[in-house]
C-alpha cells in the first residue's frame, strides 16, 4: 500500500521551517535598511554580503549532503537549524558590517548544513509519486513563516517607535523554537551496515540530473539577491513598514501559490511550472528596474511572489525524481550548493552595478536573461513530448 505523502516527517520538518522563516523573514526586510541607514554601509556590500553567505551555504551543502548519505539526516538538521540561530544572533547585535557579514555567513552556513539533508530526508519519506506536493507543502510551511515574519516585525516597529535594531532582536525566538523542534525528528535513513569492501570511488550522477542542475544554474545567475530588491523599494520612496508590509504581500503570495505549483508539477511537468515561474521573475524585475510608482512596485512585487513558489520546492522535486537512494543527499547538496554559488554571481554584479538612477540596469539584465531561460525550458519541454 503506497503510503501518505503528508508524513510525520514532512509535518514536522515544515513546523521546523516555518519557525526558522518567521525568524529569518522579520530579520530579513530590515537588512537593507540596518546595513545602509543604521550602519552605512554601500550598496556593493550589501550584495557582496548576501552572495559570500549563499556560496558559504553552497560549500556547506556539497559537504552536508553527501555526508548525509552516510551518516543518516537528522544531525546535518539539528546542528543546522543551531547555527543558524546562533548567525541571527551575531547580526542583531552588530554594529559595522563586518560582524553582520559574519552573522549572515554563520547563518547561512547552518542553512547549508541542514537544507539537503532535510531535503534528502523529505524523500526518504514520502513516494516518489508524491515528491512535487510534498516539497509544495513544505515550501507553503516556510512561506507561511516568511509572512508570520514581517507580521511581527511590523508590529514591533509600531510598538518600539521604528526602532530597527530593537525589533530585530526578536527574531532570536522563533529561531529557538525551530532548533527545539528539530530533536522530535525521526530519522529515516538506513546505515548499510559495515563491509570490509575495496574503497571505491562514488558514484557518477546520471548525466540526466548533471544536465539539469547545469541548466538550472544558468539560470541562476540572473537571480539578484532579494535583499537588493527591498533596497530598491526603500530608494523609490518607501517607508520601512512599507517595506516589510511589501515583503509580507510578497510571502503571501508564495504561501498561497507553492502547494498548487508543487501539485501541477506532479501531474504536468517541472520543466513547465519552473518556466512559468521565469516568466513572472523576468515581468516583476522589469517593473521593478522602470518603475517609480509605488503601486506598480506592489503588484510587480507581488507577482515576484509566484517565482519562488513555481521554482524553489519544483526544483527541488525535479532532482529529486532523477535521484537514487544511494546518492540523493549528494545531488540534492550539489544542486543546492550549484545554486548558491550562482548566487554568489549575482548578487557580485547587482550589487557593483547598482545605482541611485530612475532605472535599476541590473533588474532589467535580470529580466531578460529569465526570458531566455523561460523559453529554453519551454522549448525543451516541448521536444521532450514531440519525440
Given at each position: 500500500?503506497?503510503?501518505?505523502?503528508?508524513?510525520?516527517?514532512?509535518?514536522?520538518l515544515t513546523l521546523v521551517s516555518l519557525a526558522q522563516d518567521a525568524a529569518s523573514e522579520l530579520l530579513y526586510p530590515l537588512l537593507p535598511i540596518l546595513l545602509?541607514?543604521?550602519?552605512?554601509?554601500?550598496?556593493?556590500?550589501?550584495?557582496?554580503?548576501?552572495?559570500c553567505a549563499e556560496a558559504a551555504a553552497g560549500f556547506t551543502k556539497l559537504i552536508s549532503g553527501r555526508s548525509s548519505d552516510r551518516l543518516g539526516r537528522k544531525p546535518f538538521v539539528i546542528s543546522g537549524y543551531s547555527l543558524a540561530g546562533i548567525g541571527k544572533a551575531l547580526v542583531v547585535v552588530a554594529t559595522s558590517w563586518p560582524l553582520v557579514f559574519l552573522g549572515r555567513v554563520t547563518d547561512r552556513i547552518g542553512k547549508g548544513l541542514r537544507s539537503a539533508p532535510r531535503d534528502a530526508l523529505i524523500s526518504d519519506s514520502v513516494d516518489k509519486a508524491h515528491l512535487g506536493r510534498a516539497f509544495g507543502f513544505h515550501r507553503t510551511?516556510?512561506?507561511?513563516?516568511?509572512?508570520?515574519?514581517?507580521?511581527?516585525?511590523?508590529?514591533?516597529?509600531?510598538?518600539?517607535d521604528g526602532d530597527v535594531r530593537a525589533v530585530a532582536r526578536w527574531a532570536l525566538i522563533p529561531a529557538i523554537i525551530s532548533g527545539l523542534l528539530t530533536?522530535?525528528?525521526?530519522?529515516?535513513?538506513?546505515?548499510?551496515?559495515?563491509?570490509?569492501?575495496e574503497k571505491k570511488p562514488h558514484p557518477q550522477l546520471p548525466t540526466?540530473?548533471?544536465?539539469?542542475?547545469?541548466?538550472?544554474?544558468?539560470?541562476?545567475?540572473?537571480?539578484?539577491?532579494?535583499?537588493l530588491l527591498l533596497l530598491r523599494l526603500h530608494d523609490i520612496g518607501f517607508s520601512t513598514q512599507g517595506v516589510v508590509l511589501s515583503y509580507m504581500l510578497f510571502s503571501g503570495v508564495t504561501v498561497l501559490a507553492a502547494f498548487p505549483g508543487g501539485y501541477i508539477a506532479?501531474?504536468?511537468?517541472?520543466?513547465?511550472?519552473?518556466?512559468v515561474g521565469l516568466v513572472a521573475f523576468a515581468i516583476a524585475y522589469a517593473t521593478l528596474g522602470l518603475t517609480q510608482n509605488h503601486t506598480f512596485a506592489l503588484i510587480a512585487l507581488a507577482l515576484y511572489g509566484l517565482f519562488p513558489a513555481l521554482t524553489d520546492g519544483v526544483g527541488k522535486a525535479w532532482i529529486a525524481g532523477l535521484s537514487e537512494s544511494n546518492h540523493r543527499g549528494r545531488a540534492q547538496g550539489v544542486y543546492q550548493a550549484s545554486m548558491n554559488f550562482a548566487v554568489?554571481?549575482?548578487?557580485?554584479?547587482?550589487?557593483?552595478?547598482?545605482?541611485?538612477?530612475d532605472i535599476q540596469w541590473p533588474l532589467i539584465?535580470?529580466?531578460?536573461?529569465?526570458?531566455?531561460?523561460?523559453?529554453?525550458?519551454?522549448?525543451?519541454?516541448?521536444?521532450?513530448?514531440?519525440?
Open positions: 500500500m503506497m503510503k501518505s505523502w503528508l508524513t510525520r516527517n514532512l509535518f514536522l545602509t541607514g543604521v550602519i552605512g554601509a554601500a550598496p556593493l556590500a550589501l550584495g557582496l554580503i548576501e552572495g510551511g516556510d512561506n507561511i513563516g516568511a509572512v508570520i515574519g514581517p507580521g511581527i516585525a511590523l508590529m514591533g516597529l509600531a510598538m518600539l530533536l522530535l525528528i525521526k530519522d529515516n535513513f538506513v546505515r548499510a551496515p559495515k563491509v570490509k569492501v540526466t540530473l548533471k544536465r539539469a542542475i547545469a541548466i538550472l544554474v544558468l539560470i541562476q545567475l540572473t537571480n539578484i539577491p532579494d535583499v506532479d501531474k504536468l511537468s517541472p520543466r513547465i511550472v519552473y518556466a554568489l554571481g549575482a548578487g557580485i554584479w547587482g550589487g557593483a552595478m547598482w545605482s541611485k538612477g539584465f535580470a529580466a531578460v536573461g529569465a526570458i531566455i531561460g523561460a523559453i529554453f525550458l519551454a522549448t525543451s519541454h516541448l521536444r521532450r513530448v514531440q519525440s
